[in-house]
Every structure is written in C-alpha cells, then in structure tokens.
C-alpha cells in the first residue's frame, strides 16, 4: 500500500549544482503535481501534470523541470540550484473527477547551500 | 484570483480543551475545501473535506462547515488530544481543477498534557 513515494528525503545541494526528485504513485492516478513548503506560507504549486506527455506550470514554476512519460513517474528537476530553492518538497496525485482527493508523498527537504 | 487564510499560529492548548482554528477563502464559483494535517516530519494527510454549501466534514472527532454565506471552513474539535499536534492546512479546489489546492499558510498546533 505505498501510495505516493517520494525519493530522496534529505539532500544537500551546492549553489549551481541540479538534481532530480523523484516521486512515483501506484494508484494510477493521471493527475500528479509538485509542491513547495515554505515555513510561514503553506504550499504552493509548482507544476502538476494530467496524464502522461502532459505537464503544465503551476504558481511557482520558474528554476524547475518537470516530465512525464510514465502515468507512475512525475520527476522536478533543478538544473541550477539556489537558496531560494531551500524548500521542503511534495509530490501529490489525484485521480480524474470534478471534486478528488490529493494524496501526498513524505516530502523532500532540500537544502541549498 | 483564489485563496485561502488561516488564524495564525501556534496554537497551545492543554488536553480536553476545545479547539477551533479558523479559515476563511475567497473563491469563484463552488470550491471544494479541505483540512489536511500534517504530523511531524510525515507528509500531508488527508483529514476531512466538503464539497458543497452547508455540509460537514468530519474525522477523528474532528469537524467543519461549508459556510458559503460568510466564505468560511473553520475547523473545530471538541476535546483534543496530545497526538493532535500537528500543523493543520486549510485548502481549496476549484471545480474541475482536479486536485490542484489552494492552501492557507498552516496553523501550528501544540496541546500539552
């Protein structure tokens, strides 16, 4: 019963260095999104996606990536890190419908430094 | 444009006491809103929702009112508990806007023995 399953949990990243987040649902859910946690400011979107080969922005989309080829996988790059991007990470995935539940991943703190 | 404000926190409450943390959003059309609870260093859970004027979400003894005539969503329980502590979101969708949320800032809560 694994639901969202976000990967890694912690990660340390110098100024200019990228990476990749991966988060994966086994609910087959054709709507997965991105969010950032700030301390004080609740979450805001990134980007979501509603199906496979299908990505949008979201609220704060600018310095990440995101792709989708799977229906399971939904990816956020970082090509050039920087501090603004020290955040706590969460993938979501809902299913289609007019009113669904978002089920969340347990978050990546990232750190840049 | 849509979004959603939460008292402010922390909140502090010695156990049985009676808890409301208050949310109101501004919304076109019909939302659906949202409670979702965050425990420490866990991910979001879902923890109750409405999807229409006049009902009640409820979980856990917990509840809230769809109030569409004061654009409210206040979470109350009436005798909380040490392991209710936790970071409390109120959300927003749009209809048809899949599990795309809105969310306030968060409200901390902290209930002492």
């Known amino acids: 019963n694994a639901g969202v399953t976000q990967t890694p949990k912690f990660r340390i990243l110098k100024i200019g260095q990228s990476m990749t987040l991966q988060c994966t649902q086994d609910?087959?859910?054709?709507?997965m999104y991105w969010y950032r946690q700030d301390p004080g400011m609740g979450l805001k979107l990134i980007y979501y996606?509603?199906?496979?080969?299908?990505?949008d922005k979201g609220e704060v989309p600018n310095g990440y990536n995101v792709s989708r080829s799977t229906t399971e996988d939904f990816p956020l790059r970082l090509e050039l890190a920087a501090p603004s991007q020290t955040s706590v990470y969460f993938c979501?995935?809902?299913?289609?419908?007019?009113?669904?539940?978002?089920?969340f991943g347990q978050g990546t703190r990232l750190t840049v430094v | 444009g849509n979004s959603v404000t939460q008292m402010e926190g922390p909140v502090t409450l010695s156990e049985e006491a009676f808890l409301t943390i208050n949310c109101t959003y501004t919304?076109?059309?019909?939302?659906?809103l949202f409670w979702y609870v965050q425990y420490p260093g866990e991910g979001l859970q879902l923890l109750l929702k409405?999807?229409?004027?006049?009902d009640k979400g409820s979980n856990k003894g917990f509840e809230a009112t769809y109030r569409k005539e004061t654009t409210s969503f206040h979470l109350e329980k009436g005798s909380v508990q040490v392991s209710d502590s936790a970071v409390y979101f109120c959300?927003?969708?749009?209809?048809?806007?899949?599990?795309?949320?809105?969310f306030g800032q968060g409200t901390e809560l902290s209930v002492k023995p």
């Open positions: 979501a995935s809902s299913s289609e419908g007019s009113r669904p539940e978002a089920f």
């Open positions: 609910m087959n859910h054709n709507y």
């Open positions: 996606s509603v199906g496979a080969g299908i990505t």
């Open positions: 919304a076109t059309g019909y939302p659906s």
């Open positions: 409405a999807t229409k004027a006049d």
């Open positions: 959300a927003l969708s749009s209809y048809n806007q899949g599990g795309k949320l809105i």
